[in-house]
């Protein structure tokens, strides 16, 4: 039987542009490029590997965002994934974490899966609390934030780096997990791969195809509010000064003057 | 008053500094209720105590160390069902933690309720506990509450200098009764990380950190021995972790520890916006790099155009000298 792996990556704005919120205090999705998350390319990374070891497996790679977010499924299936579910629906914009955890869900059920893959956490939002989210929802084991992993038998198993210890994990399929940028780096698309990808099938689903109401969903659907978002203030201009013999001695000083020795 | 949930993060019974921070944090909103998991809650109850938890609610049993997240999901639960006997508890509070963000999760979803993570503040409001957070590097602030159910908020560390306001911290025992997920991930085996000896990363007053500059694993101990006469922590960036110079675990950015010390010293970092935001909200920053147009130096207090194997070393000299 067939291994069904789904890989679950988001298109984000480039984290070395400069981010803004929009209006509505969301994140402002034009003013800087997008791309797929790079923690979640560990993620296709480790999904393709753990089919290259199956005797049989798909991978599939799924986003919920912007009609943009296609460029992200393109990426992941020209690294080597075999399809790719777009859930797109104007409803979505605003969505929480919380929000889109149903919304992801719901897709990887309709989709089914062995095994669902998520990064460490998006380099947008930088929650980290996705793989989690599903796994409850699914009510299947999470085993996340491995830096190594192994699928084999029926089970996954797999180091965590975790925040005192350092855990192996073991858990059966049907199971949700992530992987952090410890994995392994992840591979380019060759121009082969690029090519492929473009024939490879992507299916579109909106919130009818999921059964979701619009209103569980979006701004207005969220379970939080952000009620302000300021610029940080620039960090004022401080003190450079070039080494000329005396530098550890001037920085020596600066340090007494603000008591810290 | 209502009652605050803190999720008492510690090592058999020693209670770590966050939680300490958080228990600080609760009592602007409520009247903070401890909740331990695992063994040691005795040990832990006078530290609670001191620190304002006018309860703690203690739970024992192998699940909480033999199975992943789960176990503790369950045991919040029973908290918030017990502390809602006398109406819903104002919060649950939690660390930032790899672990505690997942508790947070799946505890917010069973109950209903919105998430925040990685708040830097916390404080009362009209509607509710209004959480400030940093986003996109630290270039914004914003302020956020949960709008629906017990807001499940989990706090980053050094948010808060805990005070101490001493309070009952009676302990009581809380039945926990496991769910069929419970032990679905085994942790198979476990190692505890070895102490260094210096400050946690998270909860240190200065940190040291080193990048590429530093040229390899055994230049470090010009690093250390800086942090060493700081009474710093040391840290690195994701490049000199990437070679193999110093462990992930000292890795501050992005992908590795948010530091928010009030003070922090860069040596041959060059500041990339991914390493930035795991720093940038330290008070008081200076860096040492050979090259001026290095980004690092847009963000520091000082900073030292030079070699750092000739300014560092002379820096620790001075201090050593200074604190005599
Ligand atoms: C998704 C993602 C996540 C990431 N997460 C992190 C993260 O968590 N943390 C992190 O740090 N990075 C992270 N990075 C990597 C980040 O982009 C940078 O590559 C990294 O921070 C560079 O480390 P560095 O400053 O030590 O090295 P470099 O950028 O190579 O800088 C080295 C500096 O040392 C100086 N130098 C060299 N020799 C000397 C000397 N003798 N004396 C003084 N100065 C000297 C040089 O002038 C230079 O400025 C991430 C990247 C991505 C894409
Ligand atoms: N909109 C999305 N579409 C697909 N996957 C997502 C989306 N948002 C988050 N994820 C996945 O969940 C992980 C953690 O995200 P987060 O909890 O938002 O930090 C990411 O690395 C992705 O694998």
């Known amino acids: 039987m067939s291994l069904r792996i789904v890989v679950c990556v988001k298109y984000v704005p480039d984290a070395t542009g400069d981010r803004h919120f929009a209006e509505d205090l969301t994140t402002d999705r034009d003013a800087v490029d997008g791309l797929l998350s790079e923690l979640d390319e560990y993620a296709v990374e480790q999904a393709l590997q753990i089919a290259e070891n199956a005797d049989d497996a798909e991978v599939t790679v799924l986003t919920v965002g912007p009609e943009d977010a296609s460029d992200a499924l393109r990426k992941a299936l020209s690294m080597g994934a075999d399809k790719g579910v777009h859930v797109e629906d104007d409803d979505l914009h605003g969505t929480d974490a919380i929000g889109t955890s149903l919304v992801i869900a719901k897709a990887i059920e309709k989709t089914g899966y062995d095994l669902v893959i998520c990064g460490m956490a998006s380099t947008d939002g930088t929650m980290g609390v996705l793989p989690a989210l599903l796994a409850e929802r699914l009510g299947v084991p999470q085993v996340t934030l491995l830096s190594e992993v192994s699928v084999e038998d029926g089970k996954i198993t797999g180091r965590r780096d975790g925040d005192s210890a350092t855990e192996q994990l073991e858990a059966a399929l049907p199971a949700v997990a992530s992987v952090t940028d410890q994995s392994g780096e992840a591979r380019y698309p060759s121009f082969k791969g690029i090519m492929a990808a473009k024939k490879k099938p992507v299916e579109s689903l909106d919130l009818d195809d999921l059964d979701i109401e619009a209103e569980e969903v979006g701004l207005d659907g969220a379970w939080t509010k952000v009620e302000d978002a300021t610029a940080r203030p620039a960090r004022t201009a401080g003190t450079v000064v070039k080494d000329e013999g005396e530098g550890g001695k001037q920085l020596a000083e600066f340090l007494a003057g603000q008591k810290f020795i | ?324």
């Open chain 2, 1 to 324: 008053m209502a009652e605050v949930l803190v999720y008492v993060d510690h090592v058999d019974g020693a209670v770590r500094k966050p939680t300490l921070e958080l228990l600080t944090l609760a009592r602007r909103i409520g009247e903070p209720v401890a909740v331990h998991l695992g063994a040691g809650a005795d040990t832990a109850a006078a530290t609670l105590a001191e620190y304002g938890a006018v309860k703690v609610l203690a739970a024992d049993a192998p699940e909480f160390a033999d199975y992943l997240v789960v176990p503790k999901v369950d045991a919040l639960q029973a908290a918030c069902d017990a502390a809602s006997a006398d109406g819903s508890p104002a919060a649950v509070l939690l660390p930032s933690s790899a672990e505690g963000k997942e508790i947070a999760a799946r505890l917010a979803l069973r109950l209903g309720s919105g998430i925040i993570t990685d708040a830097v503040d916390l404080e009362a409001g009209d509607e509710g506990p209004v959480a400030t957070q940093s986003v996109f590097a630290a270039a914004f602030t914003t302020k956020s509450r949960v709008s629906k159910g017990t807001p499940v908020i989990t706090v980053k560390p050094n948010s808060a200098a805990p005070e101490a306001a001493p309070a009952a911290g009676t302990v009581e025992q809380l039945p926990v009764s496991f769910g069929e997920l419970a032990t679905g991930t085994k942790v198979v085996s476990r190692k505890e990380r070895e102490s260094t000896g210096r400050p946690e990363l998270t909860e240190a007053a200065i940190v040291v950190s080193g990048g590429r500059g530093v040229g390899g694993a055994e230049n470090f101990n010009v690093v250390e021995a800086l942090a060493d006469s700081l009474g710093a922590a040391v840290g690195a960036s994701r490049a000199a972790v990437d070679a193999g110079w110093y462990p992930h675990s000292s890795q501050v950015g992005q992908t590795g520890k948010t530091v928010s010390p009030q003070l922090y010293v860069a040596a041959g970092i060059s500041g990339a916006i991914q390493h930035r935001a795991g720093m940038q909200t330290s008070k008081t920053i200076v860096a040492v790099n050979k090259d001026a147009e290095a980004p690092i130096f847009d963000l520091v207090d000082y900073g030292v155009v030079g070699d750092l194997f000739e300014v560092v070393p002379q820096l620790t000299e001075e201090v050593t000298a200074r604190k005599g």
